[in-house]
């Protein structure tokens, strides 16, 4: 792909993701419409790409599977073929487009969407937050703290653009003001926590490889003691988000909701009820937690905890398999930062880990067209190595070894003589 058009293909794809709720059904044409043209103008590269990442698609295939046993047959094979959809396009941007175009083109997007949400100026009727042009604010929080983070490493990355680096620094202030504004206490706590941990990671991959190992087992040592209190973390937890955050005990009816989970995973603890046959219009248990909970659209709604969802959609057998992609990407970017460490490494890798802070509260892993999701597979890709890079060193290498060097050429192939 010509370096000009990976970032316009990054921007595009991001912002059918970021756009969604204006989009609806243009949304899964821009996205598919992306794959396509991706695989028909380099179907073997494409192809090698999709094999490298097998562990992230695992959970996509089991989702599609499970139509078999579905609840809701017709569903699950609609929604499980759309999360194929993003997770095949996300390993494409991940596995062969160059990481700092597709990072500041994430940055890009983002920008310009909290440009959008701020001067849209909706808010919440209840708490007076803001809901910008998505009518959430979780989704507006969510939005706030990629900015963050993909401003702070397009500043730090002095590869990028000037025009971009400065693009950057202005995003980090509107980011943060975004932030305060959509009043959402889980997002405030992992923005900050992930920020942290950017930046430690950025300072980290300048550092040579063998101190890189003698600080992370430094740090190991440093948290050690977290694990003699780990039994008080929870009512901790709770206490700075009530006393603190100012956050009911409930965590906005969460714990009602994981609580009725139980017992739907229960029912079915090994296969679940089907990727996401839970939640639909006519089921006796949705319609009852809608209802429970004032949700009159009777729409959009999740268990606001990504492993308990996948617990109710596919099971235990699903969660190894997310348990086993969350891994393969986390081991991929840590191997990647200390031998070969760049900012977008350090970035894909906070971002995974700024997911996994937000895990427990919201339903953001192997959602269907949903932004948190897709950049999973982004980054998952990414640790997987760049196919293009390593099949043009495979190249190089395998030329070495035919063609033999000057010094070992005949002279008479060096000095043709004269006639």
């Known amino acids: 792909m010509v370096p000009f058009f990976e970032w316009w293909f990054c921007f595009f794809a991001f912002n059918c993701m ?35 990442c097998w562990p992230l698609l695992l959970v996509p295939l089991y989702a599609i599977a499970s139509t078999c046993w579905s609840d809701a047959p017709g569903q699950t094979a609609k929604l499980a073929t759309e999360l194929m959809i993003t997770a095949l396009l996300g390993c494409l ?16 997007a983002s920008f310009l969407f909290m440009t959008a949400c701020v001067l849209a100026g909706a808010r919440h009727a209840g708490d007076n937050a803001l809901i910008g042009i998505v009518r959430s604010k979780n989704a507006v929080a969510s939005v ?14 002095a590869q990028q653009s000037r025009r971009m680096r400065l693009m950057g620094l202005c995003g980090i202030p509107l980011a943060v003001a975004t932030l305060f504004l959509a009043r ?26 063998e101190y890189r190992v003698f600080l992370v ?5 440093a948290l050690a003691p977290i694990a003699f209190v780990a039994k008080t973390l929870p009512a901790a937890i709770q206490g700075f988000a009530a006393n603190v955050l100012h956050k009911d005990a409930t965590l906005t009816g969460r714990t009602y909701l994981w609580r009725r989970a139980h017992d739907y995973i229960a029912a079915r603890p090994l296969l679940g009820h089907g990727y996401g046959a839970f939640w639909r219009q006519g089921s006796i248990e949705a319609e009852g937690l809608w209802r429970a909970l004032y949700i009159k659209s009777r729409m959009g709604f999740n268990f606001h905890n990504s492993f308990i ?34 900012p977008y490494t350090a970035f894909w890798l906070t971002f995974l880990l700024y997911v996994l802070i937000r895990a427990p509260t919201e339903s953001l892993l192997m959602v269907q067209f949903d932004t948190g999701s897709m950049l999973f597979f982004v980054a998952g890709a990414t640790a997987f190595g760049k196919v293009r ?28 003589p004269s006639p």
């Not at 992992?190 to 980290?204: K, M």
């Open 217 to 221: 087992a430094g740090l190991a040592v």
């Open 389 to 416: 890079n390593l099949a043009v060193a495979a190249r190089s290498r395998s030329q070495s070894v035919r063609r033999p060097s000057a010094a070992l050429r005949p002279a008479t192939a060096l000095h043709t």
């Open 144 to 157: 706030a703290c990629l900015l963050v983070l993909s401003s702070i490493a397009v500043s730090v990355d």
């Open 93 to 108: 941007i991940g596995g062969f487009v160059d990481q700092r175009k597709a990072v500041s083109a994430l940055m890009a």
């Open 184 to 209: 959402s206490a889980g997002a405030v706590v992992a923005a900050v926590a992930s920020a942290g941990i950017l930046f430690a990671l950025a300072t980290l991959s300048r550092v040579r490889l």
């Open 18 to 52: 970021l756009y969604s709720y204006q989009l609806q059904t243009l949304t899964g044409l821009g996205l598919l419409g992306c794959l396509v043209w991706r695989v028909v103008a380099a179907p073997k590269v494409s192809a090698q790409t999709i094999f490298r």
């Open 309 to 342: 969802e996948m617990l109710v959609n596919l099971g235990w057998s699903g969660e190894c398999l997310l348990v086993l992609a969350i891994m393969a990407a986390l081991v991929g970017l840590l191997r990647q930062l200390f031998m070969r460490p760049r």
